[in-house]
Each structure stands twice: as C-alpha cells, then as structure tokens.
C-alpha cells in the first residue's frame, strides 16, 4: 500500500455534508474537504450564505450543493441527506459542526429555555445527523467517517457556559458510544475537540480585553487560526485514519493539558 500523503488523504469519490456550513468553523470544513477532492453537501439555515460558499468552492475546482436546513427539524434533516444523494449520492462524510454558543449566566440563572435550546442544537441535532448518516452508509452498504465537533469546554469548564460545557461533553460520549456500535460495519465515529478560535460566534469576545487574559493561558500563547483544523478533519474524514475510531482529537494549542495552580 502507498504511504504519499498525497493519496492517503485524498478524498475523491467521497461525498462530504457539513452542517453549520454557512460561516466561521464550517466553511473551513467545507472548503478542506472541497480542496481534497470531497463532493460537498453545505448545510445551514442561512442560503445567501451558503450560496457564497458554494460559489467559492466551484471558483476553487470544487463540487458543492448548498441545502437551506435547520439542524433540529427532522424532516429537514431528511430533506438535506435526500438532496445530497440526489446531487452527489450517498454521504460518506459527515461533519456535525452547527452548534450555537451560550449566553453568558450563572449556572443558577440559566432558563429552560435556554438550556433546551442550546442542547438542541449542539448535543440533540448531532446524535441525530449521525444516526440519520449512519444508517443510509448501511443500507448502502459503504464505509464511511462521521466527524463530531466538540470543543475544550467539553473536558474542562468555565465561568457562563454550564449549557454549552454539557453539551460538548455529551458530544465526545455520542462519539463514543456510536463508533463502538459502528465500527465492525466500517462506519467510523470520531471528534475534534477545538479550543479557542476567532469566529463571528465569538471574535468581540476574543478581541476583548478578557479574550487577551484568555490566550495567556493558552501555551501556544495564540488563539486557534484559519487551517488549524484542516489536519485533523483530513485524518479523521481519509483512509489516513482508517483505524481510528471512537477518537477525540484536541486542537486546541494544549490549553486542555496546562494544569492551573
């Protein structure tokens, strides 16, 4: 077997759906799995974007579909993985990345509704993409690689976000409990767990004063940039990573592993 990088990550003949497709973490998904060859399947609830999206990776020598869904509606999840197939034919790459952050509150203070909303969209929606995904690469009976996107405030928390912290931390056991149930039928299951980087969901925050205190804690002293995430979904979404399964991958310039005394 040929060890080239250049073919262990190719993706050709792949068909990719990305949820959250329409801005920040998303769209670089979507342009990486473009780049490598992937038929793209975009998806979001904003279509003026995602139409911006969709032309950039045409203009780059990409393939791509933009699908208006939002992430918890079932029957629009349904629609997406039908327009993909009918566009491309079966996903064989999921990447589960729509997610919303929390607004800032004391865990005391948080509402139901906010609660409910943000496990909807970042836990409820990515068990549910997954399964939906899973079970039409078996029924067509293919391999495939389903990617979650979790984050480093799912294995360590901070101040405001105890909706968002749970969340991402149930999305590492989805990942879990879902490669382990899908392994032996060639399904793949794994995450990355990103750490802080600089999107429209959060670049006055990181651009702030606080969002200065923020990167010093990080060892790598920067926050997360453009590409950074780029290796990591290649390894888990190619046959580089054929033998990975159930894996969170952190990339998060080691702000996980400092411990603060």
Do not use: C, H
């Amino acid at each position: 077997m040929s060890m080239k990088a250049a073919e262990l990550f190719d993706l050709k003949g792949r068909v990719a759906l990305v949820t959250g497709a329409s801005s920040g973490l998303g769209t670089q998904f979507a342009k990486a799995l473009a780049d490598n060859g992937a038929a793209v399947a975009l998806v979001a609830r904003r279509a003026d974007r995602l139409a911006e999206v969709k032309k950039a990776i045409e203009a780059a020598g990409g393939r791509a579909v933009a699908i208006e869904a939002d992430v918890t509606d079932r029957a629009a999840m349904t629609r997406a993985f039908d327009a993909a197939e009918k566009a491309f034919g079966t996903v064989t790459i999921l990447v589960n990345n729509a997610g919303i952050a929390q607004s800032p509150s004391r865990a005391i203070e948080v509402s139901p509704e906010e609660w409910r909303k943000v496990l909807s969209i970042d836990l409820d929606a990515v068990f549910f993409w997954a399964q939906e995904a899973a079970r039409r690469m078996l029924a067509a009976k293919t391999q495939g690689s389903i990617v979650n996107i979790a984050s480093v405030l799912g294995f360590g928390v901070a101040k405001g976000v105890a909706a968002y912290a749970t969340a991402k931390a149930g999305v590492v056991q989805i990942t879990k409990a879902l490669a382990v149930e899908l392994a032996f039928k060639g399904v793949r299951v794994n995450a990355i767990s990103p750490g802080w980087f600089v999107t429209e969901i959060n670049d006055k925050y990181l651009m702030s004063e606080a969002g200065e205190a923020l990167k010093r804690d990080i060892p790598m002293g920067r926050f997360g940039e453009e590409g950074d995430l780029a290796g990591a979904l290649l390894l888990l979404a190619s046959d580089a990573g054929r033998y990975i399964t159930g894996a969170t991958i952190m990339v998060d310039g080691g702000q996980v592993v400092q411990i603060k005394g």
